[in-house]
């Protein structure tokens, strides 16, 4: 939402994206910044496991390419998406977590916030050394969490996930702050807080 002269209104509810390779800390993050900033947090890979979990329909779409670590097709993570945030509880804003994912997700969550007559904040993209993540993911045990999956999980994030980043930094004006994920929870999410707070309120100068 735009003022007259436009300047991003006070009252916009902020919409960030939690971008960033698997294992980078994205989901503690988003659950903190949620939290602090009073606003929902949703995460695609959450809601995939819980579906599949439930053997919703969903959930069975999606079973195959979560355990082996694939991209679950964009059209549907799309539509998940879409009817997850005409829900009441995204109206003040909300932490995306794990979406978008590809160029085409990015697109159609542009659209859809239009829909809803939100826009996106900003993008936080997350970065710790590769060796780290590796090392945070075997650690942490998930059953795509496996040397193998990782590797496979790595490698999409760079080939398909990645090119996002730039994306954003050529066709658009929403603003992509870079945070050094690898220090401990507390002052990984300092760092962020920080940076959205003088992000914003320099924007709100201009
Ligand atoms: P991580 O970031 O550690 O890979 P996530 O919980 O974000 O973990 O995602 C787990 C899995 O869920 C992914 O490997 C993928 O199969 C699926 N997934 C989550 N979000 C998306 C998305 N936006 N597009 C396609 N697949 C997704």
């Not at 050394?129 to 999980?153: A, F, N, S, T, Y």
């Not at 996930?161 to 870079?178: E, F, G, K, N």
Request: avoid cysteine.
């Amino acid at each position: 939402m735009e003022t007259t002269d436009g300047r991003r209104a006070h009252t916009a509810p902020l919409v960030l994206v939690l971008f960033g390779a698997p294992g980078v800390g994205k989901g503690t993050q988003a659950q903190i910044l949620a939290e602090k900033l009073g606003i929902a947090h949703l995460s695609t890979g959450d809601a995939f496991r819980k579906a599949i979990a439930a053997q919703t329909e969903v959930g069975k779409q999606v079973q195959r390419y979560v355990e082996s670590g694939a991209l679950v097709p964009d059209e549907l993570v799309s539509q998940t998406v879409a009817e997850e945030l005409q829900k009441p509880q995204y109206r003040s804003g909300v932490v995306l977590d794990g979406f978008p994912r590809t160029i085409a997700q990015a697109q159609a969550l542009e659209k859809m916030l239009r829909n809803l007559g939100m826009s996106l904040t900003a993008v936080i993209n997350l970065v710790v050394p590769e060796e780290v993540i590796i090392d945070r993911l075997v650690k942490r045990g998930r059953k795509d969490d496996q040397p193998e999956i990782i590797r496979h999980r790595l490698e999409i994030y760079h080939k398909e996930t990645a090119p996002l980043l730039h994306y954003y930094q050529t066709h658009s004006t929403i603003p992509v702050i870079t945070i050094d994920g690898n220090a401990d929870i507390d002052t990984v999410n300092q760092r962020i807080l920080s940076a959205i707070k003088s992000r914003i309120h320099s924007d709100a100068q201009q």
